[in-house]
């Protein structure tokens, strides 16, 4: 197996850690001269931090939220249509040659068969250009993504700071 | 609790993610106008992807490979010493107010009664000066960091490229 392939990578469970290492592979591959794009499905935020450092790492990185923040109960066709311009962004970004590595951040939340149905979703991966590394992340995979994946890892919560009252930091959360 | 209250964030366990979660905080806290500074106990290696990416998030972001690589017999002198200057710059870094994140990476390795006493280390910790965020990644942590740190992932391994011959990955693993 050659030096250049491209790895299909998940993160999920329950834990915090699986956007964050994302981030963090991102910075990584930056710095070998990848370029890396980071297509949010659930966040819509443009006033984040990582937002304002992937200025910082531009052109090799670019941050884009595409979400409609995230949905308890039911899906509107807003949030479906979002969710369906993002794969549509996500299915150019992986063809296009001008990315090396996509992260599709959150998008196991929308591998629903009335979003975007999870054998389509597969095919699509399965079908990306050799060398292009995916980033997955959210909770709750499908197993047929981690039988595709080729490394997963599994943030497990082990102790959370809200279960002792301490609010979410500028920072550290977002 | 104030919004700049300091977390103690532990990431942990076997799997993949651990260091690179902790990149990508730093990422973040680096666009919220944070300065930060990673230790790293054991990497020596200064061409590292995310040192290279480190640069272009000077000066508020510096990367510090301190150690003399994994000790997986006995501890040599000299890799107790690399561990002891590490752990001086990182008391320093805490109580220095220049930081406002001070990431140890692979402390956990090195919490030994004859490398670094882990009572020290906690109480040094507990000490720090408020709203200064500590980051340590590493295996096997000891019961009573677990205890004290606000925030614990532990990264749990399901699936691993090794596993089926995909050597690491430039970009990736480094």
């Known amino acids: 197996m050659p030096q250049d392939h491209g790895l299909l990578i998940l993160h999920t469970g329950d834990g915090k850690g699986k956007t964050t290492a994302a981030l963090g592979l991102a910075l990584r591959a930056v710095g070998h001269g990848l370029r890396v794009l980071m297509i949010q499905f659930v966040k819509s935020d443009q006033a984040t931090g990582e937002a304002a450092a ?37 299915c150019a970004a992986l063809t296009s040659g001008q990315w090396q590595m996509v992260i599709l951040d959150e998008l196991t939340y929308c591998l629903r068969e009335d979003v975007l ?11 990306r ?41 500028r920072g550290i959360e977002f």
């Open 117 to 127: 149905p999870p054998g389509e979703v597969l095919a699509a991966l399965a079908d």
């Open 54 to 90: 992937a200025l910082r790492l531009a052109p090799e990185f670019e941050l884009r939220p595409m979400g409609c923040g995230f949905v308890f109960d039911e899906w509107t066709p807003e949030d479906i249509a979002a969710a369906r311009e993002a794969w549509a962004a996500a």
């Open 129 to 169: 250009p050799a060398g292009v590394h995916v980033v997955i992340t959210g909770r709750g995979a499908p197993e047929a993504l981690v039988a595709a994946a080729d490394l997963v890892t599994e943030m497990r919560p082990v102790k959370h700071p809200w279960d002792a009252g301490i609010p979410g930091q």
